[in-house]
């Protein structure tokens, strides 16, 4: 058993032969889907969630490792190692706790304590520190020497604070402690730059700002770091509230440093010089190096949040609900080069395109509804997918005249997010997909098929390209890449895919697979026609009997030769159905679906050495509904009449939208004015809501009352609970003491403020009124790209 499996184990709650089996089939190459789905006896049924979890932390581990071991060499090499450090490396359990240790014997340039040991001012610096007692001037003089580069008691004083300055500021314990501390205590602060208060407006909540470290939450993080970038905000660190600050003497963390070096005023000659040492250590040193420790924290922080409220949001929307195998009309909207047409059939295929120009600055209206007419009645259209950028509103006015005017057709029309449709239009993939058709038509196929299927379809974009993430282009590369494709991974690979009707992109996201075995699948499948049964996959050239292990389960064949591959069960776990076939003394396509049977077999009735309960449970579950969808069932929301433009829009409204983006401050909803609206987090229920994703969704289809509007600045502030009151009020007296919004989830107030309610006992952003907090909010939305939040 391996240490880093034992602190796995630990970290996450789990037994330690499920971390080490994890890890083990981790490292022989297994998928996590797999290995959650079908290696459930191995890891006693660890789940997707707990395995990416492990599968991360292993990797910071792994890392840490790789770090430890090039410490050591480092150190050993420079002769340096000594028991003691040894152990302090090997026990040190943080990258940074090693970059503290390692700090002192780190390869650099000559600094100045360097310089003036070589000068020979080690022992000037030893007999200052440990007996106060002595005179510093007098101590000084003896070691002045042109020839070394001293030529002044002063130059000699000045080497030897040089030399206690690197001291301090390199004791790993000390740094550690005074690091926690002001992580505990300290507050990050933002002034606005000098006339920048006009171009910097959408930081203006930052102008004058001053919240704990410890309190901070990820988006205002990244509203700050953003304004820095911006050159709008300069932010500061401070190691305790303005408030707090000694105005003479030593502060906390100078009596810290000192109390680790056993110096205190006691009177003696060499107190006052001590005391100044480390002064000149906090204030040049170790402030500046915390401040960048905590700057990184603050930033790991809010980075991990984002990261992870962007892969939740991702989530959601691959798993919205699908409309289904319905042919379909998808609508990408525009004025001045006209409304893109493509319809498809219900797997997904073009049939036909067609332009039409319903809007300025052609406004041939009645000849788009003819158009548009024939094409629904010719390929018996049932749904119309519409784009929701420009001129969506005035084309959802279209499709809604079309049914209207022609009730006989029965069509259904949804407005569907295009995010990224720009993206997937232009892309190689497409031009591989639909050689035929201009870019700007490739654009309306996405539209209508991401309707049919979101999961298959958005698979073709790059997920940081579908906008559902807040301040995304602010996060590093890596780690962002890495959380989407471990979400994209999950949601084919819990659905499933049809191995006979899949595209390229959505193939190479299940388990096993990847780019250039999903190619050599759709050209076997070109060549010979569709898959009867999952054996034949073996036929795929360059497809193993490991790649066929972690993918044949996944891949589904609808009306094949055996049922069986239709279904969520592993060829590898046949046996299993073959003997419960033999004990209900039943026929494969009579035992599926027979749910009375199926619920009365004991699981471990058909266990074997390979084969545990875990597995034979998930069989008779499969069996009973082979390959179900775990997706919701697809529904559409009604935007209102008349309600087409933000000016239309009335506090107390109540309007039916959709749920778009999830930031960790609240909803924004689509209401079908061109502009989402905020349903700030503190307006989502009546009780306290942590995680704005408890409530929404991507895709939730949800009932929204409007309480604020502001036109010029195009901002809406919207409430899930409709019996608030519009105009900002409260619902009522006792909301305030139900705890529904947090002092750091309300307005981050200016200083003076802050102080001048702690003086008169004001109520606080956190207790005001729920429209004000959703104004701020909103405000605060301002800073985001687009939808991001």
């Given at each position: 058993m391996t240490s880093i499996s034992r602190k796995?184990?630990?970290?996450?709650?789990?037994?330690?032969?499920?971390?080490?089996?994890?890890?083990?089939?981790?490292?022989?190459g297994a998928t996590v889907p797999f290995i959650a789905r079908y290696r459930k006896e191995a890891t006693g049924a660890l789940d997707d969630a707990q395995l990416r979890a492990l599968e991360e932390r292993l990797r910071y581990l792994r890392e840490l490792e790789e770090r430890r071991a090039a410490v050591l060499a480092s150190v050993e090499e420079q002769g340096k190692l000594t028991d003691d450090l040894r152990a302090s490396l090997l026990a040190a359990d943080t990258k940074a706790r090693i970059e503290d240790i390692y700090l002192p014997y780190k390869p650099r340039r000559r600094t100045k304590a360097q310089i003036a040991r070589e000068a020979g001012l080690g022992p000037l610096a030893e007999v200052l520190c440990g007996d106060p007692a002595q005179a510093p001037e007098a101590q000084a003089a003896r070691f002045v020497d042109e020839a070394k580069g001293v030529a002044t008691v002063q130059a000699a004083l000045e080497g030897a604070r040089a030399?206690?300055?690197?001291?301090?500021?390199?004791?790993?314990?000390?740094?550690?402690?005074?690091?926690?501390?002001?992580?505990?205590?300290?507050?990050?602060?933002?002034?606005?730059?000098?006339?920048?208060?006009?171009?910097?407006?959408?930081?203006?909540?930052?102008?004058?700002?001053?919240?704990?470290?410890?309190?901070?939450p990820s988006h205002r993080i990244l509203a700050l770091f953003r304004g820095e970038k911006e050159e709008v905000l300069t932010l500061g660190f401070e190691p305790v509230p303005a408030s707090e600050a000694p105005s003479t003497g030593p502060g906390p963390y100078e009596l810290r440093i000192?109390?680790?070096?056993?110096?205190?005023?006691?009177?003696?000659?060499?107190?006052?010089?001590?005391?100044?040492?480390?002064?000149?250590?906090?204030?040049?040193?170790?402030?500046?190096?915390?401040?960048?420790?905590?700057?990184?924290?603050?930033?790991?922080a809010a980075e991990d949040e984002a990261v992870r409220v962007f892969a939740g949001n991702l989530r959601d929307l691959l798993l919205a609900a699908p409309a289904g195998v319905r042919a379909t009309m998808g609508l990408d909207p525009g004025y001045r080069t006209g409304v893109k047409v493509a319809v498809v059939d219900g797997t997904g295929k073009v049939v036909d395109t067609a332009a039409v120009f319903p809007h300025e600055p052609q406004r041939r209206w009645d000849e788009a509804l003819g158009t548009l007419a024939a094409l629904a009645t010719r390929?018996?259209?049932?749904?119309?997918?519409?784009?929701?950028?420009?001129?969506?509103?005035?084309?959802?006015?279209?499709?809604?005249?079309?049914?209207?005017?022609?009730?006989?057709?029965?069509?259904?029309?949804i407005v569907v997010s295009e995010a990224g449709a720009s993206v997937y239009s232009a892309s190689a993939y497409a031009s591989q997909e639909l050689p035929e058709l201009d870019v700007t038509l490739r654009g309306a196929v996405s539209i209508a098929r991401r309707l049919q299927d979101p999961l298959a379809e958005l698979v073709k974009i790059d997920p940081k390209s579908i906008g559902v993430g807040q301040y995304q282009h602010d996060l590093a590369e890596g780690k962002l890449s890495r959380s989407l494709d471990a979400v994209v991974e999950d949601c084919?690979?819990?659905?499933?895919?049809?191995?006979?009707?899949?595209s390229v992109p959505l193939l190479a996201r299940v388990s096993g697979v990847g780019e250039g075995l999903a190619r050599n699948i759709v050209l076997h499948r070109d060549e010979n026609g569709p898959f009867r049964k999952r054996s034949d996959l073996k036929k795929v050239a360059r497809l193993g009997p490991k790649a066929f292990e972690l993918c044949a389960g996944f891949l589904r064949i609808r009306d094949g030769d055996d049922p069986l591959d239709a279904s969520g069960v592993h060829p590898e776990a046949y046996p299993v159905v073959r003997r419960?076939?033999?004990?209900?003394?039943?026929?494969?396509?009579?035992?599926i679906g027979d749910t009375p049977t199926l619920r009365g077999l004991p699981p471990a009735r058909f266990t074997d050495e390979t084969f545990g309960i875990p597995t034979v449970t998930d069989i008779l579950r499969e069996l009973e509904k082979p390959g179900r969808d775990p997706r919701p069932a697809?529904?559409?929301?009604?935007?209102?009449?008349?309600?087409?433009?933000?000016?239309?829009?009335?506090?107390?409204?109540?309007?039916?939208?959709?749920?778009?983006?999830?930031?960790?401050?609240?909803?924004?909803v689509d209401i079908g004015v061109h502009q989402d609206g905020l349903v700030h987090i503190s307006a989502m229920a009546n009780t306290f809501v942590k995680d704005p994703r408890d409530v929404a969704k991507p895709g939730d289809v949800v009932r929204v009352k409007v309480l604020e509007v502001d036109a010029a600045r195009k901002r809406i502030a919207l409430s899930m609970r409709l019996d608030d009151?519009?105009?900002?009020?409260?619902?009522?007296?006792?909301?305030?003491?139900?705890?529904?919004?947090?002092?750091?989830?309300?307005?981050?107030?200016?200083?003076?403020?802050?102080?001048?309610?702690?003086?008169?006992?004001?109520?606080?952003?956190?207790?005001?009124?729920?429209?004000?907090?959703?104004?701020?909010?909103?405000?605060?939305?301002?800073?985001?790209?687009?939808?991001?939040?």
């Open positions: 796995i184990a630990q970290e996450l709650g789990i037994r330690a032969e499920q971390a080490e089996a994890a890890v083990t089939l981790l490292d022989d030399i206690l300055v690197e001291r301090f500021s390199e004791d790993a314990d000390l740094i550690g402690l005074l690091r926690e501390d002001m992580w505990r205590a300290g507050r990050l602060a933002s002034k606005v730059r000098e006339g920048k208060e006009t171009e910097g407006a959408k930081f203006a909540d930052y102008f004058d700002f001053s919240e704990p470290f410890a309190k901070l000192a109390q680790r070096f056993g110096i205190a005023d006691r009177g003696r000659p060499g107190d006052a010089w001590l005391r100044e040492a480390v002064r000149w250590a906090w204030r040049t040193r170790i402030l500046v190096s915390l401040s960048l420790d905590l700057r990184a924290r603050l930033w790991q390929h018996k259209v049932e749904l119309i997918a519409i784009g929701n950028g420009t001129a969506s509103r005035e084309t959802d006015r279209l499709a809604a005249e079309l049914i209207g005017k022609y009730p006989q057709l029965k069509l259904t029309k084919v690979n819990g659905v499933g895919v049809d191995v006979n009707t899949a419960i076939l033999a004990a209900t003394k039943s026929d494969i396509r009579a035992l697809f529904r559409t929301a009604t935007f209102r009449e008349g309600v087409e433009k933000i000016g239309d829009l009335e506090p107390g409204m109540v309007l039916e939208g959709v749920v778009t983006n999830v930031a960790a401050f609240g909803a924004f009151e519009a105009g900002g009020g409260r619902r009522n007296a006792q909301q305030g003491k139900q705890g529904q919004v947090k002092p750091e989830q309300g307005k981050p107030q200016r200083v003076e403020e802050r102080r001048a309610d702690n003086r008169k006992g004001v109520k606080s952003a956190s207790s005001a009124g729920a429209g004000s907090a959703l104004a701020e909010a909103l405000r605060r939305a301002g800073l985001s790209d687009g939808k991001e939040g």
